[in-house]
């Protein structure tokens, strides 16, 4: 595949010369840095596959998941059956879709910082080492890009014919569009922030995009379903004009159905000309600036850590932080204290782990969302009523142990975990403590504040009679949690790498991530079901006591568990 | 004689931080400079800027008469730069990043070849040459790092602790080549924290403190002025006095208040 895309890159030779860059390096770098992406998995798949083990063939996963996206895409084909209507919303969610790969990978792709020590160095001027970026980018996302088209392209072909090539070219230039927008934004960002901080942001650029990716993926369907959108005429919202999408819908709707009127060829001529333009501007004027920039992000400014380190320090004279009473609080022994900090310091600081859990607790509420929409309701006050009067909140509780899992799975890795060694090396008896602080920080940190919000939003919708059932959910959720636990944080905190393979049983601990709180789950949904004191079996049963001996049973067993966790011995501990 | 590197007045500042405050140097070829100081001192900022890598100094450097604002590609190419942090792609093969980095100096593919052959067999990495670099132990991506600073025959050498990681025989072999190179008129920039190599390798020592030069001149030179050996001279001048002081504390609970 990459020869392929190295000889056409050749091909083009020409005008690589015209914009000043030099094709002997330009072809060594991109040939170089193809090679790399091949070699290891990429920052696409990385961000897909949070739960999934780490494949091999990354680039390929990433062309199929692209092509499922882009079947997946079709449906907004049925949505209208004008033409302009229906590639307005395509072109719109492949610009979305497009940007967010972009957002992700430009950190992995145009800011590899040993790119400083290898390529700035050398002779290589700036255009050269900006169009081997873009190209490298383009690349990348034509592996993406065009499996993502195919499905749109083949249905338009049947239904529409040889117009379909105009559609390809647009879906083209609507890329290099896409690849100018988040350079733009990259660079202003870096003018406006500094480096580090500009990182900062970008994680949370990229936690947020994920979660609109991944919510879209749910939500809009169903919002649309009933949506009419055959009655709307794009036309009557001049503000549309603003945005690219719907020129290049209106470029294609003038092709596909004849329209050569005035405004048809401006919107024609804008989808050409904005995206060629855009390319000169990324290479003329973009390109030295961002290459300056970049340099100073491969950690030149040695001193402003060291001064911000000393302002630091300052509060811990006075009281105690949050975090070191919390770990006071919860944890039995020093050895628990001290993972407990530990895991709370590095969760709140490394980019790594939130990108991969911070989703994660907005995925519940979508699914949530997802859940409450997937009724057949008319309007959403119908929607609302049904849900106060049914018992949707057991769902609600059962499903935040979702968050608790992504973030112990994370736990275990990091990309500094040779950091490790020192677990090894001090005098530790047995990693249990080690293992309950690191649950109990998880615990509190991501669980506890995750179940308050559902606490909280469980009383405005179902009022106070479901404090029994928060309280019982309470108990269960962490008797789930401490089973999750011994499944899967079976590894000291941040001490194993991201890439190992998950060993055997990887379905089986799937498996359980069902059972465990559906099992649970199912038989407290039993519980409210006798709510009113029905007879059961000639016997009265209130409900709540129902509710208590069932939370005891399940504070026993999560006690028992704990402190069967809290032993846990260096022969068990998989490394 | 004509300088082949010439700093005058050079100052930089990362934010309110003057990091270098009127850097003025002088350097001839054939020498082999050691430039030295402790951390934060702005070593590598200079080199940095020496290289090319940042541009938005003040002051004036000029490497061969070409000037470093306008011609930087020229100066780059004429010099070969060792990093310090042994950053390397490497996914690569010792072959494949040679050919790279050959490539952007715009060598050919059988000059490379030959080159990378030779060093990477005078280092003992021959059979090496094809496996994936992350296998590889520090001092072995440290060789091919210094592999890929000298292959396209620079007049000008940059080193930044090019010893980390090797073992004894690969720093005699090291020094060695750092004296062959002189003899061919080949100007090194020597930045390192190991006195004792640099006292040795070095023909003059320049030592850096807080953004300016505070010694410069042969070790004979500056042993007269200063202290019998590097380490003693270094501490003297970068304002440490106590150092057993210092040690002893670190060692013992101290009873003064």
């Known amino acids: ?575 | 004689m004509q300088p082949i590197i010439s700093i005058s007045n050079l100052k930089k500042s990362y934010g309110e931080k003057q990091v270098l405050k009127g850097i003025d140097l002088d350097v001839f070829p054939g020498q082999i400079i050691g430039y030295i100081g402790p951390n934060g001192a702005g070593k590598s900022t200079t080199v940095k800027i020496l290289i090319g890598l940042l541009g938005d100094f003040e002051g004036e450097v000029s490497v061969l008469g070409h000037n470093l604002r306008t011609d930087t590609l020229t100066i780059k190419s004429l010099i070969g730069y060792v990093p310090e942090n042994a950053e390397i792609y490497d996914v690569l093969t010792p072959m494949e990043y040679l050919s790279f980095t050959g490539k952007l100096y715009q060598m050919d593919d059988a000059v490379i070849r030959e080159r990378a052959t030779r060093m990477l067999g005078a280092f003992g990495l021959l059979e090496n040459k094809d496996q994936r670099m992350d296998t590889f132990s520090k001092g072995m991506r440290q060789k091919v790092l210094i592999i890929s600073g000298l292959l396209h025959d620079p007049q000008i050498v940059v080193l930044d602790e090019p010893l980390s990681g090797l073992d004894a025989n690969a720093v005699i072999m090291v020094k060695e080549i750092l004296s062959l190179l002189k003899k061919e008129g080949k100007t090194i920039f020597y930045c390192s924290h190991m006195m004792d190599v640099v006292e040795k390798v070095s023909d003059r020592i320049v030592l850096i403190n807080e953004g300016s030069i505070v010694a410069d001149g042969t070790f004979e030179q500056l042993k007269q002025s200063e202290g019998d050996t590097l380490e003693k001279i270094f501490a003297q001048l970068t304002g440490e006095h106590n150092l057993s002081g210092a040690a002893d504390a670190f060692v013992h609970k101290t009873e003064r208040i």
């Open chain 1, 1 to 575: 595949m990459n020869k392929f895309f190295l000889a056409l890159i050749r091909f083009l030779k020409p005008l690589w010369l015209r914009l000043g860059v030099n094709v002997t390096q330009l072809m060594a770098i991109l040939d170089v840095k193809l090679k790399m992406d091949d070699r290891r998995p990429n920052a696409y798949t990385h961000m897909r596959q949070q739960k999934k083990k780490e494949q091999k063939y990354g680039s390929l996963a990433v062309v199929l998941i692209s092509f499922l996206m882009g079947v997946f895409y079709l449906f907004v084909f049925t949505l209208s059956s004008n033409p302009l209507m229906q590639l307005f919303i395509w072109f719109s969610v492949f610009m979305v879709m497009l940007s967010i790969t972009l957002i992700s990978d430009f950190t992995s792709v145009l800011i590899d910082v040993k790119d400083n020590f290898v390529i700035l160095p050398k002779p290589v001027s700036d255009k050269t080492v900006v169009v081997s970026r873009i190209l490298h980018i383009m690349v990348h996302v034509s592996k993406i890009v065009l499996p993502l088209m195919l499905p749109a392209f083949i249905w338009l072909a049947v239904t529409q014919g040889v117009v379909v090539l105009w559609f390809g070219v647009l879906v083209l230039l609507l890329s290099v569009l896409c690849i100018f927008l988040i350079n733009a934004v990259y660079l202003l960002a870096l003018k406006l922030t500094t480096a580090e901080r500009f990182k900062e942001v970008l994680n949370y650029v990229q936690i947020i995009f994920s979660v609109i990716v991944f919510a879209t993926y749910y939500l809009v369907p169903r919002l649309t379903r009933n949506l009419h959108l055959d009655d709307i005429d794009l036309w009557a919202y001049p503000l549309l004009n603003l945005a690219p999408s719907f020129w290049f819908a209106a470029a294609y709707a003038a092709v596909a159905q004849g329209i050569f009127t005035l405004p048809m060829l401006f919107y024609i001529v804008l989808s050409l000309v904005v995206p060629v333009l855009s390319l000169w501007l990324v290479v003329k004027v973009f390109a030295p600036s961002f290459n300056r920039k970049l340099a100073m992000l491969g950690g030149s400014g040695g001193d402003a850590p060291a001064v911000k380190k000393q302002e630091a320090e300052l509060p811990q004279a006075g009281r105690m932080q949050l975090y070191k009473r919390l770990a006071a609080w919860f944890s039995r022994g020093r050895q628990e204290q001290l993972a407990f900090e530990l895991v709370w310091l590095i969760t709140g600081r490394s980019r790594e782990f939130k990108l991969k859990v911070y989703p994660s607790l907005a995925y519940v509420l979508v699914y949530f969302v997802f859940f409450m929409l997937s009724g057949k309701h008319t309007s959403a006050a119908e929607a609302w009523s049904k849900l106060s009067s049914g018992n949707a909140f057991v769902i609600l509780i059962y499903s935040s142990t979702f968050v608790f899992i992504t973030a112990i799975t994370n736990l275990v890795y990091s990309d500094k975990f040779r950091a490790g060694w020192v677990y090894y090396a001090a005098p530790v008896e047995a990693p249990g403590p080690l293992l309950m602080g690191s649950f109990k920080a998880a615990f509190v940190k991501f669980f506890l504040p995750f179940y308050i919000v559902i606490a909280i939003f469980s009383l405005a919708v179902w009022g106070v009679s479901v404090v029994p059932d928060l309280l019982l959910g309470l108990v269960n959720v962490a008797l789930v949690n401490i089973i999750f636990a011994f499944i899967f944080l079976r590894k000291l905190p941040f001490a194993s790498e991201i890439n190992v393979k998950q060993g055997a049983g990887g379905f089986l601990k799937g498996l359980m991530v069902l059972i465990v709180p559906g099992t649970l789950g199912m038989l407290h949904y039993a519980t409210t079901l006798l709510r009113g004191g029905k007879p059961v079996f000639g016997i009265y049963l209130s409900a709540n006591w129902l509710v208590m001996i069932f939370a005891m049973f399940s504070a026993v067993a999560f006690y028992l568990l704990q402190a069967k966790y809290r032993e846990t011995s260096w022969e068990v501990l998989e490394r």
